[in-house]
T-cell receptor, first 114, second 113 residues
Framework: NAGVTQTPKFRILKIGQSMTLQCTQDMNHNYMYWYRQDPGMGLKLIYYSVGAGITDKGEVPNGYNVSRSTTEDFPLRLELAAPSQTSVYFC?????????????FGPGTRLTVT | GQQLNQSPQSMFIQEGEDVSMNCTSSSIFNTWLWYKQDPGEGPVLLIALYKAGELTSNGRLTAQFGITRKDSFLNISASIPSDVGIYFCAGQLGSSNTGKLIFGQGTTLQVKP
C-alpha cells in the first residue's frame, strides 16, 4: 500500500491564481482531513470528510473548498490564492472500523503564494 | 477553539540522555496520540492511548494518558541522533464520530551526537 499520497510536493503561486492540491489514499479509509501547518503553530484543520459526498468545515476553512466524489480522493481547492495561504498542507485519513482517531498523513505540499 | 498546550517548545540534548515532554488542556480528552515529524515529511503516529492511566511503550518511547484525562506525557529513553524532529501530541474531545483531532504546537527535539 502506498498509504496517503499528495501532489504536488512543491508549488509557487501568484496572488489571485487558483490550484488544486491532490490527495489519494489506498487504505479504504472513510475519513479524510486537510490540515495546514504554519511554523510553530501545529496543525490546523481546514476541511474534513466522513465519506464520499460528505464534507464539513474545520477550524480554518476560509479561502478553501473541497469535494469528495470517491472514497479514495479528497482534493483541496484554492480559488484566489493569497499570501496568507503560504503554508505546508497535509492530507490525512483514518478508518472508523479500526480506531477513527489514528490518522495517517501524506508527505505534504509546500505552497508559497507571492 | 480548544487548545492543547505542549511543552517544552524545544529541547537540545546530548545523545544518550532521556527526554520528557507533555501536553495539557483545560478540557477532558478521550484519546491521546503522539506523532513525530521528520524534516520535510508528514507526521507519523508513534503511540495511541485510549484509557485514563494507560501507559504504553513503543521501543524506547513511553507515553501515558493522565489520570485526570487532561494531560499526556511522552518519554524517550537513551536518545539517539535519529530522534531529531518535531513531536506532536493530539487529542480527541468527547464522543465525536468524525475522528477529528486537536494538535499541540509541537516540541522540536535536537540531539547532539
Amino acid at each position: 500500500n502506498a498509504g496517503v499520497t499528495q501532489t504536488p510536493k512543491f508549488r509557487i503561486l501568484k496572488i489571485g491564481q487558483s490550484m488544486t492540491l491532490q490527495c489519494t489514499q489506498d487504505m479504504n479509509h472513510n475519513y479524510m482531513y486537510w490540515y495546514r501547518q504554519d511554523p510553530g503553530m501545529g496543525l490546523k484543520l481546514i476541511y474534513y470528510s466522513v465519506g464520499a459526498g460528505i464534507t464539513d468545515k474545520g477550524e480554518v476553512p476560509n479561502g478553501y473548498n473541497v469535494s469528495r466524489s470517491t472514497t479514495e480522493d479528497f482534493p483541496l481547492r484554492l480559488e484566489l490564492a493569497a499570501p496568507s495561504q503560504t503554508s505546508v498542507y497535509f492530507c490525512a485519513s483514518s478508518s472508523p472500523t479500526l480506531s477513527s482517531y489514528e490518522q495517517y498523513f501524506g508527505p505534504g505540499t509546500r505552497l508559497t503564494v507571492t | 477553539g480548544q487548545q492543547l498546550n505542549q511543552s517544552p517548545q524545544s529541547m537540545f540534548i546530548q545523545e544518550g540522555e532521556d527526554v520528557s515532554m507533555n501536553c495539557t488542556s483545560s478540557s477532558i480528552f478521550n484519546t491521546w496520540l503522539w506523532y513525530k515529524q521528520d524534516p520535510g515529511e508528514g507526521p507519523v503516529l508513534l503511540i495511541a492511548l485510549y484509557k485514563a492511566g494507560e501507559l504504553t511503550s513503543n521501543g524506547r518511547l513511553t507515553a501515558q494518558f493522565g489520570i485526570t484525562r487532561k494531560d499526556s506525557f511522552l518519554n524517550i529513553s537513551a536518545s539517539i541522533p535519529s530522534d531529531v524532529g518535531i513531536y506532536f501530541c493530539a487529542g480527541q474531545l468527547g464522543s465525536s464520530n468524525t475522528g477529528k483531532l486537536i494538535f499541540g504546537q509541537g516540541t522540536t527535539l535536537q540531539v547532539k551526537p
